[in-house]
C-alpha cells in the first residue's frame, strides 16, 4: 500500500505476511523513500506505537503552512549547513543562529528504521522542501567527506500532510488488529 510519490515522499506499507517472516509479527514494516531514495532498505521493520507517535509529531509540524527557517538557501545548501552544524559544531557551544534553525528541520528521526538517513524537511508556505543523506554515502554523520550531493525533493505541505495522514491511519488500524490478534 503506496502512499505519496516515490519520487517525492513516500510511505510504503507491507500489511500482508511475506513467507518466510524475518521480524516479529507484531512489527509492521513501512519502507520509505524521499525523492525516489529508498531510505531504509536496512531496515523496515518499525514497532507500531513508535511509529504512530512520530507520525503524529510530524504532522503537527507541517499541518500549518509555515515560513522558510532564518538562514534557508536553498535544499541542499541549506541540507549541508545543518548537517555540518549537528554532527561538529553542536558540541562545540556555538551560538544558536542560522545553523541551528536549519538543524532544527531534523525529519525522519522515526526510531531505529532511520538512524541511517540525515534528513532535513525545510517548511516553506505551502512547500516543503525535503534533503537527506543515507550514511553510506559517507558525509558529517560519519566524519568523511560526502561522496555525493545529498538526495532532494520539493513536495507541496498538502501532499506530504496527506501521505502522513494516511501512514497514521494504517499505522494506527495495523497496530489495533495486531493487538487484538495477540488477544486471542
Keep these: 500500500m503506496l502512499f505519496g510519490s516515490r519520487t517525492g515522499f513516500a510511505l510504503e506499507f507491507h500489511v500482508e505476511p511475506v513467507e518466510p517472516v524475518e521480524h516479529h509479527p507484531q512489527l509492521l514494516c513501512v519502507d520509505i523513500f524521499v525523492g525516489g531514495l529508498h531510505v531504509n532498505t536496512w531496515d523496515n521493520a518499525f514497532y507500531p506505537p513508535l511509529l504512530v507517535k512520530k507520525l503524529k509529531d510530524e ?96 513536495v507541496s505541505r498538502t501532499e506530504l500532510v496527506g501521505t502522513l495522514e494516511h501512514g497514521l491511519a494504517v499505522a494506527e488500524r495495523e497496530w489495533a488488529v495486531r493487538l487484538a490478534a495477540g488477544r486471542e
Design 59 to 154: 504532522l503537527g509540524r507541517f499541518r500549518t503552512p509555515t515560513s522558510r527557517p532564518t538562514g534557508f538557501t536553498t535544499p541542499s545548501e541549506s541540507f549541508r549547513i545543518a548537517e555540518s552544524w549537528m554532527y561538529d559544531d553542536a558540541s562545540t557551544g556555538t551560538a544558536p543562529g542560522k545553523e541551528a534553525a536549519l538543524a532544527q528541520c531534523r525529519f525522519l528521526e522515526w526510531g531505529e528504521c532511520t538512524d541511517e538517513v540525515t534528513a532535513f524537511a525545510f517548511p516553506d508556505g505551502d512547500r516543503v522542501h525535503l534533503a537527506c543523506r543515507v550514511r553510506d554515502d559517507g558525509g558529517a554523520a560519519w566524519g568523511t567527506e560526502a561522496t555525493r550531493e545529498p538526495t532532494v525533493a520539493s
